[in-house]
């Protein structure tokens, strides 16, 4: 028998139905849920925020925490817990004279837990008594430090609590052999102890006994040199310190380096010469001082003012243009993974930059001879309308329930609470209730916000391929 054309002897021929007479098959695939068994590191990072204000509520209003004749009660505790934790230094009643030593005490723990963060002190002390950190704990902590790599997280929670430690003793010490011929040895210890730690973590609060506080020592400019370089060193975080110790010249340093490096020294230059021109002649601020003292508090205001809020002038009495140039400082703030608030010197950077390229009508945002990626710039307007809505609503708040008090003034009070800073023109005791609960509301949101902003802008890894047709807008 002769095989069929095109085939071979020994072929086998298969017949199966076409296509059209094959019936189809249905399955139905139940959607499954997961539930995450933990909060997410964003609530996490709120809820660890509420309880160390919690803790430090009720330890100020113990009896051995402040004194009964001037003690304002439970909103007066949270108010200051709240400013401590969040290290922002804004105070209702005076804190040398309303809380006893033993409340500065608690003060200054919280300031110091708040400014060097929870995390980073968790992970020391878990390596100190020799247990591993978990794999949750680990992402916590990488998010807070804003670090990409996973690996070496305990190693570096230990070398940031050091380096913290040994700048604040430092600055003891410096703050110490200054004091020591202003107060007693036993009054210039504790001053010193409490300056360094408030200094270092960028809180603005002090307990000088003098009633003016931090104005009384406007003319010592050995003390402020002090402090303005525990400020500047707190606001410039772990990674910029190491890179500048480490590496020392500036083409070795990393771009968020050079960034926050040129921000930085820009912005205090910036302020300092605003601040001389705009009070120079205001004899209630800079008026009545020498040309050198001027300068000096000038450079140190636009070191602390963007960040940390202490203040040798009073701001009750500055120019309206002088707090509408803070604002936008204090809006501002420092570096990322640094004690200071704000939406951070690389934030703005960016959105400068990707202004300037877009009026150069450039396609990539090119800086220090690096891209910095699309995301990066989604993220920084993403911190910038969302920071602006919350000031916003402060300021509104603060409006509706303090109608007795001018716009400017709580204008400025909600840039510095959002900020983390701690300026005012005086206005913080003067708030009712409502206006002091709206503040401590805005520290908080001020404190982890742009963190948390930041965290939950990440690309999800779920890709959706169908997107919807374009259609040009009409914007401008």
């Not at 004194?67 to 804004?90: I, K, N, R």
């Not at 020799?130 to 070496?152: D, N, V």
């Not at 730690?197 to 020592?217: C, D, Q, R, T």
């Not at 709580?410 to 005086?426: K, P, Q, R």
């Amino acid at each position: 028998m002769n095989s069929p054309a095109g085939t071979k002897p020994g072929d086998v021929s298969v017949k199966k139905p076409r296509v059209g007479e094959t019936p189809p098959t249905e399955f139905v695939v139940a959607e499954r849920r997961i539930h995450a068994r933990s909060f997410s590191s964003p609530m996490l990072l709120i809820l660890i925020f509420i309880v160390l204000i919690s803790i430090g509520t009720f330890c100020l209003m113990a009896p051995f925490a402040h004194y009964e004749d001037t003690f304002g009660g439970f909103l007066v505790a949270l108010f200051t817990a709240t400013s401590a934790v969040t290290v922002t230094g804004l105070v209702v009643v005076e804190t040398s004279s309303n809380w006893t030593m033993g409340g500065q005490l608690v003060i200054m723990l919280l300031m110091f837990v708040g400014g060097l963060g929870f995390m980073s002190l968790a992970a020391f002390l878990l390596t100190v008594l020799g247990q591993r950190i978990s794999m949750a704990q680990s992402l916590l902590i990488r998010e807070t430090f804003s670090r990409e790599q996973l690996g070496g997280i305990q190693r570096l929670s230990v070398a940031i609590v050091i380096t913290a430690v040994a700048i604040q003793i430092f600055g003891f010490l410096a703050f110490f052999a200054r004091l020591v011929f202003v107060y007693e040895p036993g009054e210039a210890l504790w001053q010193a102890l409490f300056l360094a730690v408030s200094g270092f973590n960028n809180a603005g609060i002090f307990i000088f006994p003098e009633k003016s506080g931090l104005l009384a020592h406007q003319g010592d400019l050995v003390l402020l040199a002090i402090l303005g370089t525990l400020i500047l060193l707190g606001s410039l975080s772990f990674w910029v310190v190491s890179d500048l110790i480490l590496r020392r010249k500036f083409r070795l340093y990393s771009l968020v380096t050079k960034i926050v490096i040129t921000m930085t020294i820009s912005l205090i230059i910036l302020a300092g010469i605003f601040l001389y021109v705009s009070e120079g002649s205001n004899e209630l601020t800079l008026g009545s001082l020498s040309t050198e003292n001027k300068i000096a508090v000038s450079l140190f205001e636009g070191i602390s003012g963007r960040t940390a809020g202490f203040t040798t002038i009073n701001y009750e009495f500055a120019r309206p243009a002088t707090d509408i140039f803070m604002s936008l400082m204090m809006f501002v703030g420092g570096a990322t993974a640094s004690v200071a608030g704000g939406i951070k010197v690389t934030t703005f950077f960016i959105i400068l930059m990707s202004i300037y390229i877009l009026i150069r009508e450039r396609r990539y945002l090119t800086v220090f001879d690096r891209e910095i990626d699309e995301l990066t710039i989604r993220r920084s307007y993403a911190i910038l309308v969302i920071s602006i809505g919350f000031v916003f609503l402060c300021t509104l708040g603060l409006a509706i329930t303090n109608s007795g008090i001018l716009l400017r003034d709580i204008l400025f009070e909600a840039f510095s609470a959002y900020g983390t800073v701690g300026l005012s023109t005086g206005i913080t005791g003067q708030l009712t209730p409502f206006g002091q609960l709206i503040v401590i509301l805005t520290m908080l949101i001020g404190r982890v916000g742009p963190l948390i902003i930041g965290l939950k802008m990440v690309p999800n890894r779920d890709v959706n391929n169908y997107r919807n047709a374009v259609e040009p807008v009409t914007i401008g």
